[in-house]
């Protein structure tokens, strides 16, 4: 009798533990091979490590897609407006649209160290490597210039030699065919909504997230507006990103972390009677 007290008791700790057996259960299996680095880094190993895997398989994708697109030099449809036209080229906003870039580490380094954690990171970067896929797809199937990159290119001259110089980057890396979906609207639309749920749930740890949170959504809207003041984007492109980004939210990630949440809100219930 003892022996089968102590094996209920082990069990229950495990379920505990993990309640589905496994770190990472309910995540896709290739992220296995990455946990063993959980340890490295002060604990942020298997965080950093999604980030990368995540970023090259993305921009490895996203830059071969553009680059098919200029090379075959076709256009499905002009998603251009009149409003696109009326907007005014804002050189100086180009340092809000590379504010993107900042982005990227926060959820490696918000998330917390926990299996929990790392379960999270690990849907996170599953949507994004969905938002990818997706976006790359409509590339491909329904490829549009971004023709309002004129009104950009007849201000260079104009410019600053370091507002010139980042514009010439920004073209020689990010050819004109990444019209719609944004991507720069949807990913950052995710790592927001990320951030927004780890300080509610951990709300003790970030007593001001109320007012942290209000100015990251209002850098978040000056970020998709950006979009379209350096003409890298049309207005359909904005709006499409936003919906992309929206759509995998609520449909894809959120229900698998609540999921999560609810498996171990269960686990604790049963433990502690």
Known sequence: MLSAKLRDTSSMHDAQKDPEGSPLAGTWPLWNALYPLRERREGYGFHIAVLFFVGFLGLAGYHSTLL?????????WNPESAWDTAVP???WTVYIYLTLYFYFPIPAFLADRS????????????????LFALSCSVFMISPAEVTVRLQM????????P?????????????????SWPSLHVSESLLVVLFVQR???IRAEEFP????WMGAFWIAWVLLSLSIITTKQHFIWDMVTGGLLGW??????????????LRSEHQVSVATSS
């Open 162 to 178: 370091a507002l010139e110089s980042i514009f010439s980057i920004i073209y020689d890396v990010d050819r004109a065919w990444n």
């Open 68 to 76: 098919y697109n200029n090379a075959r030099d076709l256009t499905a």
């Open 198 to 200: 780890w300080t509610e």
């Open 247 to 260: 759509a995998l939210w609520k449909l894809y990630i959120l229900p698998r972390l609540d999921r999560r």
């Open 89 to 91: 080229a804002m050189p």
């Open 208 to 211: 001001r997230r109320k007012l």
């Open 153 to 160: 290119e007849e201000l260079m001259p104009m410019m600053s």
């Open 115 to 130: 299996d929990r954690g790392c379960r999270e990171m690990a849907i996170l970067g599953q949507g994004m490597l969905l």
